[in-house]
């Protein structure tokens, strides 16, 4: 081995996994939020130093909106299989609102990381504000693309697809801020339960 073998590479960036840490970071900020997770918690957790986290993604501040973002971009694409891209109409609506239900019943349950973030940083900044609608935007897409189906399936007039998307929405959101306050499975069902009544056609 040469001596230019043994010099030490000072300096060099140490590698690891992106998206593996970005998940890791993303579970953090959503089990303890924004405010309470500390640079000091993000380096115990990922196993990097200060200094990899601040060149790979900057401040706490970026960091977090990355994560937001990485959030919504996964929502999206569980939206889009479970609403988009369903085949039925009320069907696939209830059962997006099953997987909700399902999520109330685990033990530590901590709800939607985007209603979280909306609740917590209710003066945050433009482009979390801008985060959280697009996550509203998302849920209302996949609402709309279902009840369409509905339509076509005869089990709901097409003049009440916008109202019904809408209160959909707002249904998804308060369910929630409830599972993240730690309702139980019972509560969370009876409110899905009168949401799928006031779907169905009497």
Known sequence: MTAADTTPQIGRPREFDHDAVLDAVVELFWEKGFGATSVGDIVARTGLSKSSLYGAFGSKDALFETALDRYVDDHQQMVAERLLNGNRGLDDIEAFFAQVVEEASREHSQGCFAVNTATE????????????????????????????????????????????????????????VMVGGGATADEVNTHVAATRNSLRRP
Request: cysteine-free; charged content about 25%; hydrophobic content about 50%.
């Open 121 to 176: 940083l209710r003066n945050a900044e433009p482009i979390v504000v801008q985060l959280g609608v697009r996550h509203r935007d998302i849920l209302r897409g996949g609402f709309t693309g279902a009840l369409n189906r509905a339509v076509e399936l005869d089990e709901v007039d097409a003049d009440r697809v916008p109202d019904l998307a809408n209160m959909l929405v707002t249904t998804a959101l308060g369910l929630a």
